[in-house]
């Protein structure tokens, strides 16, 4: 089907329509109050953006998979994303807090899973004049911002030339930089940007590994394993019980490899942490026998990339078969 077969009118009707149909037949839990504790994107943002997100959506399925999708109907994991980020509720605070997501630790898990150490806070520039008042120790630091992504620096102490500078700059911006407006990320303005310094959690030999954890309607959809971010990022896809998945996601794969022994047991803990979402991909990294949680993502490159693999987007939506999403519009656990 070529791309001009569809007009634009076509597939913004296509998004009307799933929308009068989700309210008209209360689907997603679109007629219910919101529970206790949560928001939800219908909760927060005018209907019109709303409307234009999901048109959006539809359009983004048609030029990659060649047809209109039924978005009252959604079956892959992209069009359940897409309806999740408007109609799930989302614990509050707001998970997109970097500073505050240890919140959504459970307390059964908070002897296994911290953050990593913060050094300081605030919102301002992270200066070099800042860095000496702390009088932080020789070693490697990160400059991050609470809000968004790729806003995160590595630096060294005592600060190479130059560096400060850069901090500086790069650091001011994040302060006035929104985030997720345009893909409808209205989570990201829920809370008040700053930054903050993290302390070094990898170990003295190596860097830390990132593993992701797909969980939709409280299931694990793929593990996501991430490798030369910087150089020729490739990710590494499992099943729940560490089987191999060869699809690719949103980059090139790279092989199998063995399972760690700490697996099962940040497994359980990332199945408890996403449990509170109808989607949450829930990032933990491990070191030196311990847990941490990095982030709680609640729509991976913005919910507007659907993966590479065809197979693997269908894949990850007949495993996500439960929650208001997944389900079709009942909700789970008697209205989470």
């Given at each position: 089907?070529s791309?001009?077969?569809?007009?634009p009118?076509?597939?913004?009707?296509?998004a009307?329509?799933?929308?009068?149909?989700?309210?008209?037949?209360?689907?997603?839990?679109?007629?219910?109050?919101?529970?206790?504790?949560?928001?939800?994107?219908?909760?927060?943002?005018?209907?019109g953006v709303?409307?234009?997100?999901?048109?959006?959506?539809?359009?983004?399925?048609?030029?990659?998979?060649?047809r209109?999708?039924?978005?009252?109907?959604?079956?892959?994991?992209?069009?359940?994303?897409?309806?999740?980020k408007?109609?799930?509720?989302?614990?509050?605070?707001?998970?997109?807090?970097?500073?505050?997501v240890?919140?959504?630790?459970?307390?059964?898990?908070?002897d296994?899973v911290?953050?990593i150490?913060?050094?300081?806070?605030?919102a301002?520039p992270?200066?070099?004049d800042?860095i000496?008042?702390?009088?932080?120790a020789?070693?490697?630091?990160?400059?991050?911002?609470?809000?968004?992504?790729?806003?995160?620096?590595?630096?060294?102490v005592?600060?190479?030339?130059?560096?400060?500078?850069?901090?500086?700059?790069?650091s001011?911006?994040?302060?006035t930089?929104?985030h997720?407006?345009?893909?409808?990320?209205?989570?990201?303005?829920?809370?008040?940007?700053?930054?903050?310094?993290?302390?070094?959690?990898?170990?003295?030999?190596?860097?830390?590994t990132?593993?992701?954890?797909h969980?939709?309607?409280?299931d694990?959809?793929a593990?996501?394993?991430?490798?030369?971010r910087?150089?020729?990022h490739?990710?590494t896809?499992?099943?729940?019980?560490?089987?191999?998945?060869?699809?690719?996601?949103?980059?090139?794969?790279?092989?199998?490899?063995?399972?760690?022994?700490?697996?099962?047991?940040?497994?359980?803990?990332?199945?408890e942490?996403?449990?509170?979402f109808?989607y949450a991909?829930?990032?933990?990294y491990?070191?030196?026998?311990?847990?941490?949680?990095?982030?709680?993502?609640?729509a991976?490159?913005?919910?507007?990339?659907?993966?590479?693999?065809p197979?693997?987007?269908?894949?990850?939506?007949?495993?996500?078969?439960?929650?208001?999403?997944?389900?079709?519009?009942?909700?789970?656990?008697?209205?989470r």
């Amino acid at each position: 089907m070529s791309e001009d077969a569809v007009s634009p009118f076509v597939l913004r009707q296509a998004a009307r329509s799933a929308l009068t149909e989700i309210y008209d037949q209360g689907l997603f839990g679109a007629g219910e109050p919101t529970p206790r504790g949560t928001l939800r994107g219908i909760d927060v943002l005018p209907p019109g953006v709303v409307q234009q997100k999901l048109s959006r959506a539809a359009k983004i399925v048609y030029h990659q998979r060649g047809r209109v999708p039924d978005l009252a109907a959604p079956a892959t994991f992209f069009e359940k994303l897409a309806l999740a980020k408007f109609f799930a509720p989302v614990p509050m605070p707001s998970p997109a807090d970097k500073l505050g997501v240890g919140h959504h630790i459970p307390e059964a898990w908070r002897d296994d899973v911290s953050t990593i150490e913060v050094l300081w806070s605030g919102a301002a520039p992270i200066t070099g004049d800042l860095i000496d008042r702390l009088g932080l120790a020789p070693g490697r630091y990160y400059a991050k911002s609470n809000g968004g992504s790729g806003r995160n620096i590595p630096f060294d102490v005592p600060l190479p030339a130059g560096a400060a500078e850069t901090l500086a700059d790069k650091s001011a911006g994040w302060l006035t930089a929104s985030h997720g407006e345009r893909a409808g990320e209205w989570w990201y303005g829920m809370y008040r940007l700053q930054n903050f310094i993290e302390r070094n959690a990898a170990p003295a030999e190596g860097s830390l590994t990132d593993w992701k954890f797909h969980i939709g309607g409280g299931d694990i959809l793929a593990v996501q394993v991430d490798h030369d971010r910087q150089t020729n990022h490739r990710q590494t896809l499992y099943t729940a019980d560490f089987d191999y998945i060869p699809e690719e996601l949103f980059f090139r794969r790279s092989p199998a490899e063995a399972e760690p022994p700490f697996y099962p047991k940040m497994r359980a803990a990332a199945l408890e942490i996403g449990n509170a979402f109808e989607y949450a991909r829930v990032d933990l990294y491990h070191a030196d026998g311990r847990m941490y949680l990095g982030e709680i993502t609640l729509a991976p490159m913005g919910g507007l990339r659907p993966p590479r693999s065809p197979l693997l987007d269908e894949r990850m939506g007949r495993a996500w078969s439960r929650g208001r999403i997944g389900g079709g519009g009942a909700a789970r656990d008697g209205g989470r």
